[in-house]
């Protein structure tokens, strides 16, 4: 596997479970058949989804769907200890101990109902974690052919090279969208073009539809502007202004409304120009660039 071969876009499966959408095992099922009919075959999961429960509903209908494991790629990650009814903790905490990381690739392989993840990723970063360890389980791991590719999510560059050091990190899960420009400045998104690490960027729409403030409203008056001019959503835009970066970063979707799945992958035809892409980050900086 290359880190090519994740579709242009993901579909997040963080909310499909009781999280958010509750979506019954024949509703998963069609939500799976609808974003691999456009192009969608990638699908990011993390154990703690659900409280521990989404990757199981999602194996059920993936199993159902009776959709080849070789046409879709499946990334899940580990490490976050949460209090839920499946677990015994008590209190929140991250885990990257050996044993730990393997026990629970074995338990998202079972609840998946796969052989393999295509993408295994560390959830978020633990002061605790020895690169050592977390190294050894990774290789064991790709030697028994339970996980074809390794990352890390929401890693800053340094945390991100204290694990490469001792083993290959191919992705990094991080917060990027308009309003969440940060990694832009702060030397992520050049370090993982350096490393050739791929970008894969969660709630990529940002607060714009979300939240009421004068960078949401000057982006939502430009946007404005820009569907009339490009004749199609604004986020879609919102998602070929992230695929215009040079780091060529894979924005995840959470949606699952199916008019959007349909045409999320308009994004990646979508050829923003430069002007209007600076545009984008103006408004939502609220001054012009340097």
């Given at each position: 596997m290359t880190k090519s071969s994740l579709s242009p876009i993901i579909a997040g499966a963080m909310n499909w479970g009781v999280w958010d959408k509750n979506l019954k095992t024949k509703e998963m099922e069609n939500?799976?058949?609808?974003?691999f009919e456009n192009k969608i075959t990638t699908f990011d999961h993390a154990d703690i989804y659900g409280s521990y429960t989404t990757?199981?509903?999602?194996?059920k209908a993936?199993?159902?769907?009776?959709?080849k494991r070789e046409q879709i790629q499946l990334i899940s990650k580990c490490g976050i200890q949460m209090l839920a009814e499946k677990r015994k903790n008590t209190i929140k905490h991250y885990d990257y101990s050996k044993d730990y990381?393997?026990?629970?690739?074995?338990?998202?392989?079972?609840n998946l109902k796969t052989d393999y993840l295509d993408v295994l990723l560390l959830h978020r970063p633990s002061p605790l974690m020895q690169a050592d360890e977390i190294a050894e389980a990774v290789e064991k791991l790709k030697s028994e052919?339970?996980?074809?590719?390794?990352?890390?999510?929401?890693?800053t560059s340094s945390q991100t090279e204290l694990i490469r050091q001792k083993t290959p990190i191919s992705f990094?899960?991080?917060?990027?969208?308009?309003?969440?420009?940060?990694?832009?400045?702060?030397?992520?998104?050049?370090?993982?073009?350096?490393h050739q690490i791929r970008p894969l960027s969660w709630n990529p729409l940002g607060s714009v539809f979300r939240q009421e403030n004068m960078q949401t409203f000057r982006l939502r008056k430009l946007l404005a502007t820009l569907v009339s001019k490009y004749e199609i959503g604004a986020d879609t835009i919102l998602l070929?202004?992230?695929l215009k970066h040079p780091a060529h970063i894979v924005p995840i979707a959470g949606t699952v409304n199916v008019a959007r799945i349909q045409s999320l992958m308009k994004a990646t035809e979508l050829q923003l120009s430069q002007e209007d892409w600076f545009a984008i980050w103006t408004e939502s900086m609220g001054n012009e660039v340097p």
């Open positions: 939500l799976i058949h609808i974003c990757e199981a509903q999602f194996g993936l199993s159902n769907s009776k959709i990381i393997l026990w629970s690739v074995e338990n998202s392989l079972k052919g339970k996980i074809i590719d390794f990352g890390v999510s929401n890693f990094n899960q991080i917060q990027f969208s308009a309003t969440d420009y940060q990694p832009m400045l702060d030397g992520s998104l050049d370090y993982m073009q350096l070929a202004w992230i």
